[in-house]
């Protein structure tokens, strides 16, 4: 009985030990692979301001990050754009679950300017100043970043906003690669586990059978 109690324990340890949940981008044409227009909202999005689309890297020979295109906050050409501008994209969410935002980010690069970049999760803001490096207009490499963010309704809004700039329309953030994920279903389980548990619940089916036996020979 021991033996059998402790068998059983091990084959329902197996069901709990798990890998992580699978994750899914929640976010529509994230990798703006989905427009080439230069003046169009791209796919999934909503223009704060005026619209901008899409840029090729091929088009500056900016360093490639992901993909053929990324989008521009300032847009190219004219307008000019103004503080606030950006662009936005409202997500399904769980209330209390965890999700992460990942994305890659640069600058228009022209000397000299710098640019605050604001980042919106529903109601969390974070700023990123983004600084001209010398190296050429269009050339400054993406950064790639992640912000941790508790859902608080159904539903949460990411936005991206030019919020300050020592020379607007000069240094405008670029973006691309936009992630954002969260835990999807149950955890699934990795296949030694999954042989864990074969092998545990095998070992109580053959010390249950061996049970039955001895008492029925008694």
Not at 27 to 39: K, M
Not at 123 to 134: C, E, K, P
Not at 159 to 168: A, E, H, P, V
Not at 185 to 202: C, D, H, K, N, S
């Amino acid at each position: 009985m021991k033996h059998l109690h402790l068998l059983a324990a091990v084959a329902a340890g197996a069901l709990v030990m798990s890998a992580p949940a699978s994750a899914a981008n929640l976010l529509i044409n994230g990798d703006f692979e989905a427009s080439t227009s230069q003046t169009t909202t791209p796919p999934g999005w909503t223009n704060i301001g005026h619209a901008d689309g899409v840029i090729a890297y091929s088009a500056f020979n900016t360093p490639a990050y992901d993909g053929e295109y990324y989008y521009d906050i300032g847009g190219f050409g004219s307008p000019l754009p103004a503080l606030g501008d950006g662009i936005q994209q409202t997500v399904a969410t769980v209330a209390g679950e965890a999700y992460t935002l990942t994305f890659g980010y640069s600058g228009e690069n022209t000397f000299g300017a710098t640019t605050i970049l604001d980042v919106m999760i529903g109601s969390v803001l974070t700023q990123f100043t983004i600084v001209a490096d010398g190296s050429g207009v269009f050339q400054k490499p993406f950064t790639t970043t992640s912000i941790n963010y508790v859902a608080t309704g159904a539903s949460t809004t990411i936005s991206f906003t030019i919020n300050s700039s020592t020379n607007l329309g000069n240094n405008d953030p670029l973006l691309d690669k936009i992630i954002f994920d969260g835990a999807v279903g149950g955890a699934v389980p990795e296949p030694a586990t999954w042989a864990m548990m074969i092998l545990g619940f095998g070992l109580v089916g053959t010390a249950m059978r061996r049970r039955k036996t001895a008492v029925s020979f008694a």
